[in-house]
């Protein structure tokens, strides 16, 4: 668990556009919390004042400007709560309550290339990862830094311009065929790694839980230090409210009943850390009219 | 608001008596919603509060019920955390030391399975060091046994209450449940068992159903609610257990302002316990006493206590007009 200081902040929205279909791209001023956070934290969104909706957001940073105080925010609307802020205008007060998580830890050094996996909005924590790693990586050899990153169609990918410059190798899926390889993003992954004889220094991944499962177990078979981003429907974000459990193994006895908590615990964890086969994957989010 | 801070001098006088127990002001922490006190450190001073009321903590470690264990409905939310706690042994151990040394009003709230389980968590609790007195849950709706069983009858409730009275001198809370007809009976019956407090209300039994997945949205099926959809519920509860009995009541759901906790005392609630207000806003606590401070001042009255209790039931038409937009206060 981290030690570092949490702060509530009055953010103001600086931009706000739509970069692909229901995803948008928030820009916001926050000095006291752009000036701290670390890739892969998150931070507590309170979508507007009132009782309605009553409870704050988690939302990852999706990149971190500490020298113009900014933070930007990459979500897609999938509830009332999103649907709100997706019609927030510049100017708009937003209160912040961050930063939260324990965020990703470096790859070792002089390890094999690091690999990240996203899938759909997933790609939003992971970005700020990749901007960093790839200045890390700069001068490395062709290939070290590598992106596999789907979704079911390509109108929900984020355009290509935002990856360049970025000294990643990236492979596109669509579960469609609309761009890129046909079929999930862990299979192109998986057929990569075993084509090219990787063996990743680390792999980072966030995506659906369908997806992060089938990542968790493929990096528990063959050994790789993978770093999971989690989500959870959450109430506090600090540990208080106990909202966020995620079934885990038993200090003692791995087999008993023990949870570990996404806002606290995590939100990156290890493949070993969770007990996937007790997690139910459900089914996509409702059609978005009904909240508009 | 500068113009509307009324006198200077002597700030208001806010504590309060609470049977045995005494507290520097009435605005207190609800269980569960604050954790041990530490994970708000970096917003609220906790020794700053009237109390703050822990956890609830059973005899040996709790796992929780499994997850999707929340979800949020208007004006509210429902959980179903299942009482996962550290365990008595790993509280007194990891988790008192810190509330002790910041000089937090302790208050413990204690949960068991059985009638004797009560009893042991109270004998263990009693003459503990930085403990000021003890909250018994009779009132969780979230788990198979104990809890909201022991609440919602007279007879049982006395029981654990008598249970605990006998093992402990500490001051005792009894926090009570909503979901009973009479809330007054039970508030009685615990009275007659030997507590020194009443607290209500605990959250209100609910669900919520997901049309997609055609499934239950909590994994416990039914939770319970909190947040300001209860406070309504929560104020006739209150107003029924104050005529019901003449010890101290406290009085919580759904205070997320100091117009909201001032609302209860008006009642004659005694102190207030803020509960899901915390995790939207962390300050919550403070910002309910500030407000109360404030509230006094603009009605140029000395002490809470003068507010207390001080609710007129004759209701006139037309309705008394308001002086000043207790927005402004509170």
């Known amino acids: 668990m981290t030690s570092m200081p949490k702060f509530t902040e009055d953010a103001r929205v600086i931009d706000q556009r739509a970069v692909a279909f229901e995803t948008h ?44 105080e900014t933070i930007e925010i990459l979500y897609r609307v999938v509830g009332r709560g999103t649907w709100l802020l997706s019609h927030c205008a510049p100017g708009t007060r937003l209160n912040l309550l961050g930063p939260l998580g324990n965020g990703f830890d470096p790859p070792p050094e002089a390890s094999g290339p690091a690999v990240l996996i996203a899938g759909g909005i997933g790609i939003a924590p992971l970005f700020e990862l990749i901007v960093r790693l790839g200045r890390a990586f700069e001068g490395g050899p062709k290939g070290s830094l590598r992106l596999f990153y789907g979704a079911r169609t390509a109108a929900e990918l984020l355009p290509p311009g935002f990856f360049e410059g970025l000294g990643a190798t990236i492979h596109w899926s669509t579960d469609d065929g609309s761009f890129g390889y046909e079929g999930r993003v862990t299979e192109l992954f998986q057929d ?62 791995p087999a008993s009943d023990h949870y570990v908590h996404v806002c606290k615990d995590g939100p990156i964890f290890t493949a070993g850390s969770i007990q996937w086969h007790k997690i139910q994957v459900r089914r996509a989010h409702p059609p978005i009219f009904l909240y508009s | 608001m500068a113009q509307n801070t009324g006198t200077a001098g002597a700030p208001p006088d806010l504590s309060v008596q609470l049977g045995p127990l005494r507290l520097k002001n009435p605005v207190m922490a609800a269980s569960g919603t604050f954790g041990y006190g530490e994970e708000y450190a970096d917003f ?130 009894t926090k009570l449940t909503p979901n009973v007809t009479h809330i007054g009976d039970i508030a009685k019956a615990a009275v007659d068992a030997g507590t020194d407090m009443i607290s209500c209300i605990n959250t209100v039994a609910a669900m919520a159903v997901d049309v997609f997945t055609r499934r239950p949205k909590l994994a416990n099926v039914i939770g319970g609610l909190s947040g300001p959809a209860v406070k309504p519920i929560a104020l006739r509860c209150v107003y029924e257990a104050v005529k019901a009995v003449t010890c101290p009541v406290i009085g919580l759901g759904g205070i997320a302002c100091a117009e909201d906790a001032l609302e209860f005392l008006l009642l004659g609630a005694r102190a207030v316990q803020v509960g899901t207000a915390n995790f939207v806003n962390p300050r919550a606590t403070l910002d309910v006493l500030e407000g109360m401070e404030r509230f006094l001042r603009v009605e140029k009255l000395q002490s809470i206590e003068a507010f207390i209790g001080s609710l007129d039931t004759e209701c006139v038409f037309p309705f008394a007009e308001r002086t000043c937009d207790a927005g402004d206060a509170a």
Not at chain 1, 39 to 54: I, K, S
Not at chain 2, 95 to 105: E, F, I, N, S
Request: charged share 20%; net charge neutral; with cysteine.
């Open chain 1, 25 to 68: 791209l928030l820009r916001l001023r926050s000095p006291r919390i752009a000036g701290c956070a670390r890739a892969g934290q998150f931070a507590m969104l309170q979508v507007r004042d009132g009782p309605d909706p009553l409870l704050r957001r988690p939302f990852s940073f999706h990149r971190i400007h500490p020298d113009d």
């Open chain 1, 192 to 253: 990569t790694m075993e084509q090219e004889g990787l063996r990743p220094g680390a792999v980072y991944s966030c995506g659906p839980l369908a997806m992060q499962v089938h990542v968790a177990r493929w990096a528990l078979a063959c050994g790789a230090p993978a770093q999971l981003s989690l989500e959870s429907l959450m109430a506090c974000g600090v540990g208080a409210c106990l909202g966020c459990a995620l079934p885990a193994p038993g200090a003692d006895d």
């Open chain 2, 44 to 173: 609220v001073d906790v020794e700053r509060l009237g109390a703050i009321v822990v956890k609830g903590v059973s005899l040996h470690p709790r796992p929780g019920n499994p997850p999707p264990r929340l979800v949020e409905t208007p004006a509210g939310m429902i959980n179903a955390i299942g009482l996962e706690n550290v365990g008595l042994e790993s509280f007194l151990d990891t988790k008192l030391p810190y509330l002790r040394a910041r000089g937090a009003t302790v208050v413990v709230n204690i949960f068991g399975n059985i009638l004797e389980e009560y009893g042991e968590l109270a004998a263990r609790l009693d003459g503990v060091a930085g403990v000021a007195a003890l909250e018994i849950n009779i009132s969780c709706p979230n788990v198979k046994q104990g809890g909201m069983v022991f609440g919602t009858d007279p007879v049982m409730a006395a029981k654990v209450v008598r249970a605990v009275r006998f093992a402990t001198s500490l001051p005792l809370i």
